[in-house]
């Protein structure tokens, strides 16, 4: 009994020692910590969208048509009288823009603005921007609007009607709305967006969802008079042939992406898929990090939530042979509702909101407003994960161990696609196990050069790294990466 108990101390002893103890592992709360706005009584503010304001208050749409200023919006607490309603009676209004003193809002119907002139607090000047698409009644008929770009216009990407097919102009379609106000129809082949967001240079990407012709959710970039998959908005190009050129051929019903984006030209394939069930089931908002450090090491990256996860993800993107292609990452879990609106400040703060819409979302309340600030300490991640001709490049954000780097048993690969096709949605298909073959750290102490057998062009190359330890033995705090290798860089 004596012996049994001595060897009972000694492992409890062994245990309380132990540098790497679960409980004493970093969580993603130790660097990202989740703040939860009061939302006053009886008010639903299924946050869709979000705006600093020139007086410093934070501007928060609602899907139900509403527009709420938030008064010292990074409090240490935010509580319910920090909001006033600011206007009411609008149509879904998804996303929100600031210029010259008006308060733009794209909504279902049209983009318009807004602006308080006699300085109550509410809104009494409204004028409609841009109306150029209709609206049948189907409750699919999305409307996301972006932030100004360089040139001052606002892109609006519109869910087809019924999700299959497009009833009304320009359903399927990413528009942009002018500062003088005209429309021009600009990219086909939308089914489901989400979000739509700029990177770090003033590319435009947006989320769009599983479906027909999506085989899982993915960020997608929105090159000028190009096609991004889905074919039921193609009759609207008999408007918009004058902008952006001829109706392309219709791609092939179970086919795969790469193999249709070497057949029509004007296809674009998706820039980064996120795998079903592992990385999200609804990708939603979308933002850049141009804080200039002040959100940590994530700076240009983009980050996009996910409506059913209640999740925010990070993505890395490179561009390989003249189209943008690359990885996902897990961010940040445990939103209050379904994440959906998203707005990073540029004092590093990233707002979130949320709604479950009747879907349903990991996060159990009906709507949500929150706030993500960073702590200031840096998580050991794979902050970008580069495709080379012949495998991979990992840099860290924090120096790595050598050992556990050059390990070939501290990683695993797996590779798979979608079906390209227009019944609804697709399961993962042709799998295959790349053998990662060597491993070498780089003279930066941040890197890792992985050499693969067995790349495969048009699939996600699903890493994980669960074996590697940072320099101070962390491991990472997300070993997951999956990265959509469309092209293979020849150098």
């Known amino acids: ?266 296809y674009e394939p998706p820039a980064v898929l996120f795998p079903y069930n592992k990385m999200g089931k609804s990708a939603a908002g979308v933002t850049c990090d141009t804080t200039g450090g002040k959100f940590g090491p994530f700076e240009n990256q983009m980050f996009v939530t996910d409506q059913s996860y209640s999740t925010v993800m990070r993505c890395f993107m ?25 707005e990073l400040t540029k004092n590093g703060n990233m707002f979130v909101g949320g709604t479950n819409r009747g879907w349903g979302s990991r996060g159990r309340k009906p709507f949500a407003v929150e706030r993500v600030n960073w702590t200031g300490k840096v998580p050991f991640e794979v902050l970008e994960m580069k495709a080379k001709p012949d495998g991979f490049e990992l840099v860290f954000t924090e120096p790595v161990d050598q050992k556990s780097a050059e390990s070939l048993d501290s990683y695993s690969m797996t590779t798979y696609t979608y079906i390209f096709q227009s019944a609804y949605g697709s399961p993962e298909v042709d799998h295959t196990e790349p053998k990662i073959t060597k491993a070498v750290a780089g003279s930066d102490g941040k890197s890792v050069r992985l050499y693969v057998d067995g790349l495969q062009e048009g699939h996600v190359h699903e890493l994980h790294s669960d074996g590697v330890k940072s320099k101070a033995g962390l491991p990472l705090l997300h070993p997951e990466a999956y990265y959509t290798l469309n092209y293979i860089p020849e150098n």
Request: charged share 25%; glycine share 12%; aromatic share 12%.
């Open 1 to 266: 009994m004596m012996s049994q108990m001595k060897n009972y101390l000694t492992l409890l002893f062994c245990l309380l020692c132990s540098p790497l103890l679960a409980q004493d592992a970093p969580t993603e709360a130790d660097y990202y910590p989740i703040t939860r706005f009061e939302v006053p009584e009886g008010v639903v503010l299924e946050a869709s969208g979000f705006q600093m304001m020139p007086d410093g208050k934070m501007a928060v749409c609602s899907r139900r048509g509403e527009i709420w200023m938030i008064t010292e919006p990074f409090a240490k607490e935010v509580t319910a009288e920090q909001f006033k309603r600011f206007a009411h009676g609008l149509h879904e209004t998804l996303t929100l823009a600031e210029r010259d003193g008006w308060l733009y809002t794209t909504q279902r119907s049209d983009v318009s603005r807004l602006r308080d002139t006699d300085g109550d607090g509410e809104a009494d000047e409204f004028e409609v921007v841009n109306d150029g698409w209709e609206i049948s009644g189907d409750y699919h008929e999305y409307a996301f609007g972006s932030k100004f770009d360089k040139n001052g216009d606002i892109w609006v990407v519109l869910c087809l009607t019924g999700s299959f097919s497009s009833k009304v102009p320009y359903r399927g379609w990413c528009v942009r709305v002018t500062s003088s106000g005209e429309l021009i129809p600009t990219t086909s082949g939308i089914r489901s967006p989400g979000g739509i967001g700029a990177n770090h240079v003033g590319d435009m990407f947006y989320t769009d969802n599983q479906g027909p012709w999506n085989g899982t959710c993915a960020l997608k970039h929105l090159p000028v008079g190009k096609f991004v998959g889905h074919p039921g908005g193609f009759e609207w190009y008999k408007l918009a042939e004058p902008f952006i050129g001829e109706r392309p051929e219709e791609p092939k019903s179970g086919s795969r992406f790469m193999t249709e984006a070497k057949r029509l030209p004007k």
């Open 318 to 342: 490179e561009k390989v042979k003249g189209h943008y292609q690359g990885v996902c990452f897990p961010f940040l879990e445990g939103f209050g509702s379904g994440s959906l609106g998203l």
